[in-house]
Nanobody, 119 residues
Framework: QVQLVESGGGLVQPGGSLRLSCEAS????????MGWYRQHPGKERELVAT???????NYADAVKGRFRIYRETSKNAVWLEMNSLEPEDTAVYYC?????????????WGQGTQVTVSS
């Protein structure tokens, strides 16, 4: 079973920065993609950014130019660097990892970390 541990959320003022981290543990043969999603109160979870194959990045339009996703493949870890944060970025952020474990596909989610942007 693959487990994800997230960290780095918190309270920040508008215009500030935060960095989220997520590390996958367990028996992992390979990781296909890692990414971050977020959920605003009362709304569905939405994609923030993903990285596939270690280099192909995809960002939601709302965060392009402000957020950056990157991986460290040796540690099965992914980070989300968030700059120029806005109150609208306030949400619970979830890490997601998809890959192969014991020759079977897995799709795991972290427990979520709260990001609050407020003055």
């Amino acid at each position: 079973q693959v487990q994800l541990v997230e960290s780095g959320g918190g309270l920040v003022q508008p215009g500030g920065s935060l960095r989220l981290s997520c590390e996958a543990s367990g028996t992992i043969q390979s990781i296909v993609s890692m990414g971050w999603y977020r959920q605003h109160p009362g709304k569905e979870r939405e994609l923030v950014a993903t990285i596939t194959g270690g280099t192909t990045r995809n960002y939601a339009d709302a965060v392009k130019g402000r957020f950056r996703i990157y991986r460290e493949t040796s540690k099965n870890a992914v980070w989300l660097e968030m700059n120029s944060l806005e109150p609208e970025d306030t949400a619970v952020y979830y890490c997601r990892t998809r890959g192969i474990n014991n020759y079977r596909a897995f799709d795991s989610w972290g427990q979520g970390t709260q990001v609050t942007v407020s003055s």
